[in-house]
T-cell receptor
Framework: KQEVTQIPAALSVPEGENLVLNCSFT??????LQWFRQDPGKGLTSLLL?????REQTSGRLNASLDKSSGRSTLYIAASQPGDSATYLC????????????FGQGTRLTINP | EAGVAQSPRYKIIEKRQSVAFWCNPI?????LYWYQQILGQGPKLLIQ????????DSQLPKDRFSAERLKGVDSTLKIQPAKLEDSAVYLC??????????????FGPGTRLTVL
């Protein structure tokens, strides 16, 4: 059974800092890994998707890496801004047509002005 | 295009009462998912529909939860009777279905349920 863990559970940093969020998973037989953002009272917004054959993906100030063999992914946020404050969730997609997502518990990020 | 719609946005009920949530997926999306997100945890898949058939309901507490997707479009999730531990946000998501391709899930805003 796939288990996904995110560390830390909460993180508070001053504006402008670069930061890294961590995600680990127990079963390396994954189809893809996805990072989501969740704002209070709102649904999930997809940030980056890494296919199992890829090592990293970039979008603006965000960079996500994937190391299947070690069961790890990181989300790097450069030059953090107060608007980046949210909960960040990673989710692992399994193979097959169902493509069920297994989520970590999230990291609650606060960027202080 | 319009996103995934859910209603109500908030619901407060007493334990042992029943409650129903509604989801309207993005037009043309064949797959619909219901997730339960307890405070401080990540979403957990409850049930997945492909058109109006169930693909996965292995984590749905079938003694009290039920879901249907009539005509392969809208879906309702029902809890009867509710327990205190059912307090959570219920998220609906939908995706297209293309064989041998990643089908991105799009999420609705969720329904926050409080059971007193």
């Amino acid at each position: 059974k796939q288990e996904v863990t995110q560390i830390p559970a909460a993180l508070s940093v001053p504006e402008g800092e670069n930061l890294v969020l961590n995600c680990s998973f127990t079963d390396s037989a994954i189809y893809n890994l996805q990072w989501f953002r969740q704002d209070p009272g709102k649904g999930l917004t997809s940030l980056l998707l890494i296919q199992s054959s890829q090592r990293e993906q970039t979008s603006g100030r965000l960079n996500a890496s994937l190391d299947k063999s070690s069961g790890r992914s990181t989300l790097y946020i450069a030059a953090s801004q107060p608007g980046d404050s949210a909960t960040y969730l990673c989710a692992v997609g399994g193979e097959g047509g169902a493509q069920k997502l297994v989520f970590g518990q999230g990291t609650r990020l606060t960027i202080n002005p | 295009e319009a996103g995934v719609a859910q209603s109500p946005r908030y619901k407060i009920i007493e334990k042992r009462q029943s409650v129903a949530f509604w989801c309207n997926p993005i037009s043309g999306h064949a797959t619909l998912y219901w997730y339960q997100q307890i405070l401080g945890q990540g979403p957990k898949l409850l049930i997945q529909f492909q058109n109006n058939g169930v693909v996965d309901d292995s984590q749905l507490p079938k003694d009290r939860f039920s879901a249907e997707r009539l005509k392969g479009v809208d879906s309702t999730l029902k809890i009867q009777p509710a327990k205190l531990e059912d307090s959570a946000v219920y998220l609906c998501a939908s995706s297209r279905y293309r064989i041998s391709s990643y089908n991105e899930q799009f999420f609705g805003p969720g329904t926050r349920l409080t059971v007193l």
